[in-house]
């Protein structure tokens, strides 16, 4: 199984460790990885509100890239999904719009037909190495980890587009975590917003939505959250100490982003996964990780 | 009745069919004489749950239920409605942690009804729309017009008109306002709300109106404060793509008539456009300046850990993705 693979810009800076623990994961799995290397950012929320001919054309290069190498488009953010995804909605709707793009993309020698598939790495899971086979695949039941699913937005909603359904319903990470070994908890905030996308300017919203989440999640026993989106990683990890300050808390909840859950599952090791990247140590999960220096392997 | 297969993959709606949230599903779970458990939220007995036992008739809604209470069991219960079809918008209640239109919900064997969020509650099920409605007031939601028609009819495109008339679509449910959680965080900022930003879009995205007069109301919308959930679109009874359609339309026109306070938006644009990636301390410095200075403490920590790496920062690198960034956005958004 082949796959043109787009990190995002989060997965390449602040959580680099996301990009790593995704190619060892992936390697686990049996996906080959074609990393865009050259593709761009999909302009975040931003780019599309205020430029919108210029958010296309780059979302558009993207999926053009992944179609030049004839593969489906892996993607590892909330965010970055649904803006390809809304950008080949446009494209194969809109057929001037499709021409225009092509025509910016033209002096690169690109093309986009409309034909690339695009999946996030929770989908391809699910929809392409399958719950048998990654049962299959798991040598290091995460028993006894109570973990607290996040999904984020973007990858859950819109409603009605794109196949998504009410997000409240959503269970695909819940699941996962079963197979993995790990109990799921229940909270209030797992289709919740983080409020990333006001960070930037003023975090104070992030903070306080977040906070609310985060201390659900611990009320209900979490021992660690999960996320499949970097940029819903950055607030609950990266503003924690802020989100402890404003909510006069302690909370102490590592964060681990989806690839490095599977990876422990995998028989990876935590250091192998950089979960020594987190803002809030995740040490103590460890614990949970394959001791048998056969299991582990090599990366 | 069957459900049309999803062109896409099943990973999105898994728990769909698992949690019966099909109307297929809700109207074979229960059938004739069988008794729903309905809570209502009584704001005379200080807010506590009621419950009531209601017997089922095959294609029951949730007004339906709360009618059948109000006519049995509790005829001082408060709630509203008019006309009992999805046009007057006044039955709007939370269901199991969910916003719905009474008149237009089918109920489920365990029912959980509140008032709406974000409003104050009259009584019971009321809320009082006052709030909403002082916003709307303050947006001057009228059309105003520098020119005469140049001709009866006038002539306007579908293509000019598709994101105004979509936001005519709204019935004022107040479902929306219900769901946003930035509202939900009360005075932490000036966000006016989807519901508002839905009345305001009827007349700013009209192309006839007066610049002059959407740059007005537009100061007043605190707008970039939407953190772009969908939650607003997810409860929408009238499916009004409030996010795309309506509140992507208007802060690209506060963009355009007021740049200052896009100014975050601009700032990423720039840094994409320059190095081709968006690098967090390039734009956190060109988005905040000197209010950055705060921040050193969380920088150290984040340095330390590996996060940050000044030196890609400030010594940038020419890649393939600046190149292609630097091409398409080379030509600056359109600012009036």
Redesign the interface.
């Known amino acids: 199984m082949k796959f043109a693979y787009y990190p995002g810009?989060?997965a390449?800076?602040?959580?680099?460790e996301l990009n790593e623990a995704t190619h060892l994961v992936a390697r686990r799995l049996g996906l080959e990885l074609v990393q865009l290397?050259?593709?761009?950012?999909t302009?975040?929320?931003?780019?599309?509100?205020?430029?919108?001919a210029?958010f296309y054309?780059?979302n558009i290069?993207i999926l053009a890239l992944a179609e030049r190498e004839r593969l489906p488009l892996m993607t590892v953010c909330n965010t970055c999904t649904l803006n390809v995804l809304?950008a080949h909605a446009a494209f194969v709707n809109d057929p001037s719009l499709a021409k225009a793009v092509n025509e910016?993309l033209a002096?690169?020698g690109l093309h986009y037909s409309g034909r690339t598939r695009i999946?996030h790495f929770?989908?391809v899971?699910?929809?392409d190495i399958g719950e048998a086979r990654l049962r299959g695949l798991i040598v290091n039941p995460l028993s006894g980890m109570t973990v607290a699913a996040f999904y984020g937005?973007?990858?859950?909603?819109?409603?009605?587009r794109?196949?998504?359904?009410?997000?409240?319903?959503?269970?695909?990470l819940e699941?996962l975590a079963k197979i993995l070994g790990c109990q799921p908890i229940d909270y209030s905030g797992r289709t919740?917003?983080c409020?990333?996308?006001?960070a930037?300017?003023?975090e104070?919203?992030a903070i306080?939505?977040t906070g609310q989440h985060i201390a659900s999640a611990k009320m209900g026993g979490a021992k660690a959250m999960v996320t499949p989106c970097p940029l819903c990683h950055t607030v609950l990890d990266?503003f924690q100490?802020?989100i402890e300050k404003d909510m006069s808390e302690k909370l102490d909840m590592p964060i681990l982003h989806l690839p490095q859950l599977v990876g422990l599952a995998l028989g990876l090791s935590p250091e192998a996964l950089r979960i020594d990247?987190?803002?809030v140590p995740a040490h103590a999960l460890a614990d949970y990780a394959a001791r048998d220096p056969n299991l582990i392997g090599k990366p | 009745m069957s459900i049309t297969p999803?062109?896409?993959?099943?990973?999105?709606?898994?728990?769909?069919d698992?949690?019966h949230?099909t109307l297929a599903a809700r109207n074979t779970r229960l059938s004739r004489g069988q008794v729903i458990a309905v809570e209502i939220k009584r704001s005379e007995q200080n807010g506590s749950f009621q419950r009531f036992h209601v017997p089922y008739e095959p294609r029951m809604r949730v007004l339906d239920a709360l009618n059948w209470i109000s006519e049995n069991e509790a005829p001082d219960l408060a709630y509203r409605w008019i006309c009992g079809s999805k046009m007057c918008g006044t039955c709007g209640v939370r269901m199991n942690?969910?916003e719905v239109l009474a008149c237009w919900e089918a109920v489920e064997p365990e029912m959980k009804i509140e008032p709406l969020r974000n409003l104050p509650v009259l009584r019971d099920l009321v809320v009082d729309r006052t709030p909403f409605e002082k916003k709307v007031a303050s947006f001057e939601p009228w059309i105003e017009r520098r020119k005469n028609y140049t001709e009866f009819p006038e002539a306007l495109t579908h293509k000019e008109m598709k994101d105004a008339a979509k936001a005519l679509d709204c019935i004022g449910c107040m479902c929306c306002y219900s769901a946003c959680?930035?509202i939900r965080?009360g005075a932490?900022?000036d966000f006016a709300g989807p519901a508002p930003l839905v009345q305001l879009g009827q007349t700013a995205l009209d192309p006839r109106n007066d610049p002059a007069k959407i740059k007005r109301s537009l100061t007043q919308t605190g707008i970039?404060?939407?953190?772009?959930?969908?939650?607003c679109?997810?409860v929408c009874p009238a499916?009004i793509?409030i996010?795309?359609q309506v509140i992507?339309p208007l802060?690209?026109k506060t963009?355009r008539l007021l740049p200052h306070l896009?100014?975050?938006?601009?700032?990423?644009?720039a840094v994409?456009a320059a190095r081709?990636?968006?690098?967090?301390t390039a734009?956190?410095l060109r988005?905040?300046g000197l209010r950055v200075l705060a921040k050193i403490p969380?920088a150290l920590?984040?340095l330390v850990?590996?996060?940050?790496?000044p030196i890609?920062t400030f010594i940038r690198v020419k890649?393939?993705?600046y190149a292609?960034?630097h091409?398409?956005?080379s030509k600056g958004?359109e600012l009036e």
Not at chain 1, 162 to 172: E, K, L, Q, T
Not at chain 2, 6 to 16: D, M, N, Q
């Open positions: 810009c989060s390449r800076s602040t959580c680099a290397d050259s593709a761009t950012c302009g975040a929320r931003e780019l599309r509100a205020i430029d919108p210029a054309a780059l290069r809304d910016c002096p690169e999946s929770l989908w899971l699910y929809e937005c973007h990858i859950t909603r819109p409603p009605l794109y196949g998504f359904v009410d997000s409240r319903n959503n269970i695909a699941r919740e917003c409020g990333f996308h006001t930037a300017h003023d104070k919203v306080k939505l990266g100490r802020e990247r987190h803002m | 999803s062109p896409y993959g099943f990973a999105r709606y898994l728990g769909r698992e949690n949230d942690g969910r959680p930035v965080l932490v900022t970039f404060n939407c953190v772009s959930c969908y939650k679109e997810e499916h793509p996010v795309s992507e802060k690209t963009a896009a100014k975050h938006s601009l700032a990423l644009r994409v081709g990636r968006v690098d967090p734009l956190l988005v905040q969380r920590r984040l850990r590996g996060k940050i790496d890609k890649t393939a993705a292609a960034a091409r398409i956005l958004p």
